[in-house]
Protein backbone atom coordinates (compact mmCIF):
# COMPACT_ATOMS: atom_id res chain seq x y z
CA UNK A 1 0.00 0.00 0.00
CA UNK A 2 1.29 3.43 -0.79
CA UNK A 3 1.01 6.30 1.54
CA UNK A 4 2.74 9.91 1.53
CA UNK A 5 4.97 10.60 4.70
CA UNK A 6 3.91 12.74 7.42
CA UNK A 7 7.15 14.70 7.89
CA UNK A 8 5.21 18.13 6.72
CA UNK A 9 9.14 18.51 4.79
CA UNK A 10 9.16 15.29 3.20
CA UNK A 11 6.06 14.32 2.15
CA UNK A 12 7.16 11.32 -0.03
CA UNK A 13 4.94 8.78 -1.01
CA UNK A 14 6.45 5.35 -0.09
CA UNK A 15 5.46 1.70 -0.09
CA UNK A 16 4.16 0.41 3.65
CA UNK A 17 5.78 -2.56 4.45
CA UNK A 18 4.61 -2.45 7.86
CA UNK A 19 2.25 -5.09 10.37
CA UNK A 20 -1.38 -4.29 9.78
CA UNK A 21 -1.69 -3.75 13.55
CA UNK A 22 0.69 -0.82 13.92
CA UNK A 23 -0.47 0.71 10.43
CA UNK A 24 -4.14 1.21 12.25
CA UNK A 25 -2.53 1.98 15.57
CA UNK A 26 -0.34 4.95 14.67
CA UNK A 27 -1.49 8.40 14.28
CA UNK A 28 1.73 9.35 11.60
CA UNK A 29 3.63 6.90 9.37
CA UNK A 30 6.82 8.23 7.75
CA UNK A 31 9.76 6.51 5.24
CA UNK A 32 12.33 6.63 7.37
CA UNK A 33 13.69 7.44 10.89
CA UNK A 34 15.28 10.45 10.01
CA UNK A 35 12.01 11.56 8.62
CA UNK A 36 10.55 10.93 11.99
CA UNK A 37 12.69 12.64 14.10
CA UNK A 38 13.23 15.89 11.70
CA UNK A 39 10.76 18.95 12.64
CA UNK A 40 12.32 21.97 10.76
CA UNK A 41 13.35 20.23 8.16
CA UNK A 42 16.99 21.58 8.37
CA UNK A 43 18.81 18.33 9.58
CA UNK A 44 21.70 18.04 7.96
CA UNK A 45 22.47 21.50 6.37
CA UNK A 46 25.25 23.62 7.17
CA UNK A 47 23.21 25.89 9.57
CA UNK A 48 22.10 22.78 11.82
CA UNK A 49 25.76 21.30 11.93
CA UNK A 50 26.78 25.00 13.45
CA UNK A 51 23.90 24.40 15.84
CA UNK A 52 24.78 20.92 16.39
CA UNK A 53 28.19 21.61 17.78
CA UNK A 54 27.86 24.53 19.50
CA UNK A 55 25.25 22.98 21.73
CA UNK A 56 28.15 20.02 22.56
CA UNK A 57 31.16 22.83 23.09
CA UNK A 58 28.47 24.48 25.47
CA UNK A 59 27.67 21.22 26.88
CA UNK A 60 31.20 20.49 27.63
CA UNK A 61 32.40 23.49 28.47
CA UNK A 62 29.29 24.43 30.85
CA UNK A 63 28.89 27.94 28.44
CA UNK A 64 24.85 28.76 28.25
CA UNK A 65 23.41 28.06 25.13
CA UNK A 66 19.85 29.20 24.23
CA UNK A 67 20.08 28.97 20.65
CA UNK A 68 17.49 27.45 18.18
CA UNK A 69 18.12 26.64 14.55
CA UNK A 70 16.35 30.22 13.62
CA UNK A 71 18.73 32.25 15.46
CA UNK A 72 21.79 30.58 13.89
CA UNK A 73 22.78 33.47 10.87
CA UNK A 74 22.51 32.55 7.49
CA UNK A 75 26.21 31.98 6.02
CA UNK A 76 27.70 34.32 4.55
CA UNK A 77 29.65 33.51 0.75
CA UNK A 78 32.76 36.46 2.58
CA UNK A 79 33.97 36.51 5.84
CA UNK A 80 33.01 40.07 7.48
CA UNK A 81 36.57 40.53 9.19
CA UNK A 82 38.79 38.86 6.75
CA UNK A 83 37.33 39.28 3.29
CA UNK A 84 38.09 35.77 2.40
CA UNK A 85 35.20 33.38 0.76
CA UNK A 86 33.33 30.79 3.46
CA UNK A 87 33.21 27.11 2.08
CA UNK A 88 32.11 24.16 3.85
CA UNK A 89 34.58 21.49 4.04
CA UNK A 90 32.52 18.49 3.64
CA UNK A 91 35.55 15.98 3.22
CA UNK A 92 37.61 16.27 6.37
CA UNK A 93 37.82 18.59 9.63
CA UNK A 94 37.46 22.30 9.39
CA UNK A 95 39.52 24.29 6.96
CA UNK A 96 40.29 28.33 7.35
CA UNK A 97 37.75 29.30 5.21
CA UNK A 98 35.19 27.02 6.80
CA UNK A 99 32.28 28.74 8.46
CA UNK A 100 32.43 28.98 12.11
CA UNK A 101 30.23 30.96 15.10
CA UNK A 102 31.70 33.60 16.62
CA UNK A 103 30.38 34.50 20.37
CA UNK A 104 30.53 38.53 20.22
CA UNK A 105 31.12 38.61 23.78
CA UNK A 106 32.18 34.99 24.86
CA UNK A 107 31.29 35.36 28.62
CA UNK A 108 27.74 35.76 27.49
CA UNK A 109 27.73 32.26 25.89
CA UNK A 110 25.30 30.63 22.78
CA UNK A 111 22.34 33.83 23.13
CA UNK A 112 20.47 35.03 20.43
CA UNK A 113 21.95 38.28 19.54
CA UNK A 114 25.00 37.34 20.20
CA UNK A 115 26.60 35.10 17.90
CA UNK A 116 27.46 35.56 14.23
CA UNK A 117 28.96 33.33 10.97
CA UNK A 118 32.92 34.26 10.57
CA UNK A 119 35.55 31.96 8.86
CA UNK A 120 37.25 29.41 10.81
CA UNK A 121 40.73 31.65 11.06
CA UNK A 122 38.89 34.44 11.96
CA UNK A 123 37.36 33.32 14.71
CA UNK A 124 40.82 31.18 15.77
CA UNK A 125 42.20 34.44 15.63
CA UNK A 126 39.38 36.57 17.67
CA UNK A 127 39.29 33.53 20.01
CA UNK A 128 39.79 34.70 23.61
CA UNK A 129 42.15 38.11 22.88
CA UNK A 130 41.00 41.78 23.83
CA UNK A 131 41.33 44.57 21.48
CA UNK A 132 44.40 45.69 23.10
CA UNK A 133 46.33 41.83 22.48
CA UNK A 134 44.92 42.11 19.19
CA UNK A 135 46.39 46.11 18.57
CA UNK A 136 50.24 44.87 20.12
CA UNK A 137 50.40 41.81 17.86
CA UNK A 138 49.28 43.92 14.62
CA UNK A 139 51.73 46.07 15.52
CA UNK A 140 53.97 43.89 15.98
CA UNK A 141 53.47 42.28 12.61
CA UNK A 142 53.65 45.36 10.97
CA UNK A 143 57.16 46.10 12.40
CA UNK A 144 58.27 42.49 11.26
CA UNK A 145 57.15 43.46 7.67
CA UNK A 146 59.03 46.83 7.58
CA UNK A 147 61.95 44.90 8.63
CA UNK A 148 61.98 42.12 6.10
CA UNK A 149 60.79 44.15 3.19
CA UNK A 150 62.98 43.66 0.77
CA UNK A 151 63.96 40.51 1.68
Known amino acids: MDIICANKH ?4 FEWRGGSVH ?3 AKNHYCSRGCQNITHGLAGTPRYKILDGCK ?3 KESGVRCTLTISDIP ?3 KICPILGIRIIANSVAGPLDSSPSLDRLVP ?3 YVPGNVRI ?4 ANRIRSD ?3 IELKLIARDA ?3 EKRYENV
Open 129 to 131: ATA
Open 74 to 76: EIP
Open 142 to 144: SKI
Open 23 to 25: FGR
Open 118 to 121: ISNR
Open 56 to 58: KRA
Open 10 to 13: CSKK
Open 107 to 109: ALG
